[in-house]
Every structure is written in C-alpha cells, then in structure tokens.
C-alpha cells in the first residue's frame, strides 16, 4: 500500500472549455505542466491521471506518467478519485485538478502533512485573492473558515458580503486552491451519490458534497499564484505568469 497517491482527474468533455486538458500554454499541454509540477517533489509511481478519455490516456501514457481509465458517469473529479481509490491502495489520496499549471507541489506536500495529523478532515487549500482578481467572478470558488482554518461555506457569490458598501475596513478575500486530500473511507462516503447534493448542484462545487454529508473541512493557506484555467481566455494570463517567474 502506498503512502499517498497523487490523482490527477482530466476529462475532454467541458462546457466551458473543450478538450481543455490537452490545450496548449507556451507549446505544452496543460495536463503536462501540472505533472511535471507534481514530478519535481513526488515519484511518477506516485502520481496517476485519472481520465474518461482515450486520447488523454495515451497522450499520458506516450509522456511516461501513469494513467487510469474511469467512467464517463463520473460526476465530479473527486468521484474520479474515489474510482481510482478502488483500483490502487493508499493511505491518502490527493486530488489535484489537472487545470492548475502554476501549482505549487510543495503545497500538496504541506496538504498531505495536515491530513496525516487530521485524519478525520478533509483537507482543502486556500489562499487569498489577488489584485488581478476579481472576487465578484463565478469561476472562482470563495471560502470562509474560522479561526480553526475550519470551512465554514464556499461559494461561487462573493463571501463574506458586505452590507454597508462604504466600509471602512477593506475585506481580504480567500479562494479556493483546489489540492485535496482524503482516506479511502472519505472517498466511499462521497462516492456513494449516484448524484450531486443540493448545494454542490447549485454551486458547482463538489467539496460541498462533504459538508452537506456533515464532513469536517480543514483549509490549509497555500502560497500566492496559483490561478485555474477555467477559460480559453486565461491561457494568456498563465502564460505571462510563467514567464515572470522564469525570469525569477
């Protein structure tokens, strides 16, 4: 049984950007930047794609990383996850979403620790909103948590609100960093919905699955950066990104 595993869910069929695994940034795939990423501090024995599809199981494959074939019912990627769970032996397994190139994979290194010292949470990564963000934007998924760093809500609208416009105290918001990690009993427990929750379905966040199942969530700050390819249009930004901190 391995320690950790790292799963990696792509899937070619997206509404808002097609095919967007093997989409190009600076002439490498998307899919790619974020194994090579996890490849800098973890073994390829311990990193897998997690994919419904036969082009981006062999493109996988052809790059020597490994790969697994899951439904085409999957729901979510973490149902992708709990299908991998089933097929590969691990203490922890860590989602990290296939459309982060900028991951930090010391970050999934720091997740992995929390989990190891809070096995009865899921473990989630947070970091705070930049100023080249617009917290406002639904394709960014807002957390509040407590002092604790345990999750209170997450959620597409802007939390917390502001009821007096003009205040005087300006707000840091926080988003989601999407690396989790989970036990195998985590992952049965999700995997049991043959459909989304109330509130997942709603918001389009599937962590909100194991709060509405009464799951303690456990974020983790994470380092500034990261920024999720939700659009064709955000290919730009990553790259301009990525090539700052090249220059670095």
Same mark, same amino acid.
């Given at each position: ?51 419904? #599809? ?27 996850? #709990? ?73 597409? #609208? ?12 300006? =707000? ?14 985590? =992952? ?61």
């Amino acid at each position: 049984m391995l320690d950790y595993l790292i799963v990696i869910p792509a899937r070619i069929r997206s509404s808002r950007f097609p095919a967007k695994p093997l989409a190009k940034i600076n002439g490498k795939e998307l899919i790619l930047h974020v194994l090579d990423r996890c490849n800098k501090v973890f073994d390829k024995k311990k990193i897998v794609v997690a994919t419904d #599809s036969l082009k981006i199981f062999n493109f996988v494959k052809n790059k020597n990383y490994q790969s697994v074939l899951t439904s085409v019912k999957c729901l979510t990627g973490t149902d992708r996850v #709990s299908e991998v769970s089933n097929k590969i032996n691990a203490k922890i397994y860590v989602n990290v979403q296939g459309d982060e190139p900028l991951i930090n994979p010391k970050d999934i290194k720091k997740i992995i620790s929390v989990k190891k010292k809070f096995k009865n949470y899921i473990i989630c990564g947070a970091t705070k909103i930049s100023k080249n963000e617009n917290p406002k934007s639904l394709s960014i998924p807002k957390v509040v948590f407590n002092k604790n760093l345990d999750m209170i809500y997450m959620s597409r #609208s802007i939390i917390p609100g502001i009821k007096v416009k003009k205040s005087s105290k300006k =707000l840091q918001y926080w988003k989601q960093v999407c690396i989790y990690a989970f036990t195998k009993q985590d =992952l049965k427990i999700f995997g049991k919905n043959k459909k989304k929750s109330y509130l997942e379905k709603i918001e389009d966040i599937e962590i909100l699955r194991f709060l509405e199942k009464e799951k303690k969530i456990k974020m983790v700050k994470t380092k500034k950066g990261t920024i999720a390819v939700d659009y064709p249009r955000d290919i730009k930004m990553v790259e301009k990104l990525i090539k700052k901190n090249e220059k670095r």
